[in-house]
Nanobody, 121 residues
Framework: QVQLVESGGGLVQAGGSLRLSCAASGLTFSPYFMGWFRQAPGKEREFVAAISWNGRTTVYADSVKGLFTITGVNAKNTMYLQMISLKPEDTAVYYC??????????????WGQGTQVTVSS
């Protein structure tokens, strides 16, 4: 049974930084990808970034390239999202997700419960 647990969200001022973590258990299959998605109030959930099981492949949404960095998945099965220069429009619930297969494309099979990131202006 796959379980994903996010942490690290919170309130930060514009221009600040946060690091999100996703602790995964039950990922006994490979290959797989893990990713971050976010959903702002009144908007659809959107892709943020993804990383392959061996860490060799990373993909980012254009809106976060150069600002967000995804790392992991290591032997501890923990994935991170380092976010810098945060903007109010980055405010959202951030979800960790995982999928089997060889591409980052949806659908993702497993989801965490989400962690709130709020960026104040």
């Amino acid at each position: 049974q796959v379980q994903l647990v996010e942490s690290g969200g919170g309130l930060v001022q514009a221009g600040g930084s946060l690091r999100l973590s996703c602790a995964a258990s039950g990922l006994t299959f490979s290959p797989y990808f893990m990713g971050w998605f976010r959903q702002a109030p009144g908007k659809e959930r959107e892709f943020v970034a993804a990383i392959s099981w061996n860490g060799r492949t990373t993909v980012y949404a254009d809106s976060v390239k150069g600002l967000f960095t995804i790392t992991g998945v290591n032997a501890k099965n923990t994935m991170y999202l380092q976010m810098i220069s945060l903007k109010p429009e980055d405010t959202a619930v951030y979800y960790c997700a995982a999928k089997s297969g060889v591409t980052t494309r949806p659908p993702y099979d497993y989801w965490g419960q989400g962690t709130q990131v709020t960026v104040s202006s």
